[in-house]
């Protein structure tokens, strides 16, 4: 935590390193502003502090820039804070910031969605997963921010930490997997078990299909509900890592906590862009390209409005 003091000589804080970082950005304060750490008592020019040391390189550009976020200040931050989830209000004013911003924002979704979809039959094509999801957050978000984004910012991963977006992809890709087998399995054991043993027996496995179809239908159901609250409670962690620079199990374990204070809110947002996506879905199937842009944007701005707001 921080210090600052103003140019009325007054003091103010304390606050977070991301809080300062907006100030910064916002040309609140600039390199010449005095700083105390807390806990300190000596003040330092803000251009002194080796954490800082990034907001002072002209030649790195902004999607370069990697800030500097302790997990333990943002995380007190934000769970103090009771926020109100807004699930419609986030899609009316995605499809608002849609509106007036068509072209750049659906060219910059379609490029994402093509290349995962193409990276699908690409030998570990899989590990993009995480980068070009990341890559469409930042790029809503600095639309959301008042800063007009080039195409080129979907793939702003590839330089802001994409070893850690890989490796949530790979979590989050592979968790629920495991959890709808692990879950279903009692109820596809005796499912299977049947087959096999009339199968054995010469017998018509017809009946028995029918009769124990329901348990393989009730395990996967089990299991996809569980990993769909997965999903749901680990929905901000890619905009965590390429926003606020943090590692993925501290970015996941962040948006955990955070959407589990409100989870049927959160739960009730991703239904809605499902309900959005299936509008989309029977506008002859292409239409869900055309409405991929709102729901990426609703979930942009609910990361905004809980995360990104000093």
């Given at each position: 935590m921080y210090y600052i003091l103003g140019s009325d000589q007054k003091e103010y804080g304390p606050i977070g390193s991301d809080v300062l970082r907006n100030w910064y950005q916002e040309h609140r304060i600039d390199s010449k502003t005095m700083v105390r750490r807390e806990g300190e008592s000596d003040w330092k020019l803000l251009s002194s502090l080796p954490e800082f040391s990034y907001l002072f390189q002209p030649t790195s550009k902004p999607s370069e820039i990697i800030p500097v976020v302790d997990a333990g200040e943002l995380e007190a931050r934000v769970l103090s804070t009771d926020n109100v989830v807004d699930a419609i209000g986030y899609i009316r004013r995605s499809y608002e910031l849609y509106k007036a911003n068509f072209g750049p924002l659906f060219i910059a979704t379609l490029v994402?969605?093509?290349i995962i979809a193409a990276s699908g039959s690409i030998p570990g094509g899989f590990l993009l997963t995480g980068i070009m999801h990341a890559g469409l957050y930042w790029f809503f978000l600095k639309w959301i921010r008042g800063s007009k984004a080039e195409l080129g910012d979907v793939f702003a991963g590839f330089q802001r930490q994409p070893g850690q977006l890989i490796l949530a992809g790979l979590v989050m890709g592979l968790v629920p997997l495991i959890?709808?087998?692990v879950v279903g399995l009692p109820f596809w054991i005796p499912f299977f078990a049947g087959i096999i043993g009339s199968a054995s027996t010469g017998k018509d496995p017809g009946n028995l299909l029918a009769s124990l179809g329901w348990l393989g239908?009730?395990?996967?159901?089990?299991?996809?509900?569980?990993?769909?609250?997965?999903?749901?409670?680990?929905m901000f962690a890619y905009p965590l890592i390429i926003d606020k620079g943090l590692k993925f199990w501290p970015a996941m374990e962040l948006s955990r906590k955070v959407v589990m204070k409100q989870f049927f809110g959160y739960l009730w947002l991703n239904i809605l862009c499902g309900l959005v996506a299936m509008v989309g879905l029977l506008?002859?199937?292409?239409?869900?390209?055309?409405?991929?842009?709102?729901?990426?944007?609703a979930i942009a701005y609910a990361y905004e409005d809980t995360f990104g707001r000093s």
């Open positions: 994402v969605v093509a959890i709808i087998f239908c009730l395990g996967f159901g089990i299991g996809f509900l569980v990993a769909m609250c997965l999903y749901v409670m680990w506008a002859c199937i292409v239409g869900v390209i055309f409405v991929a842009p709102i729901c990426a944007g």
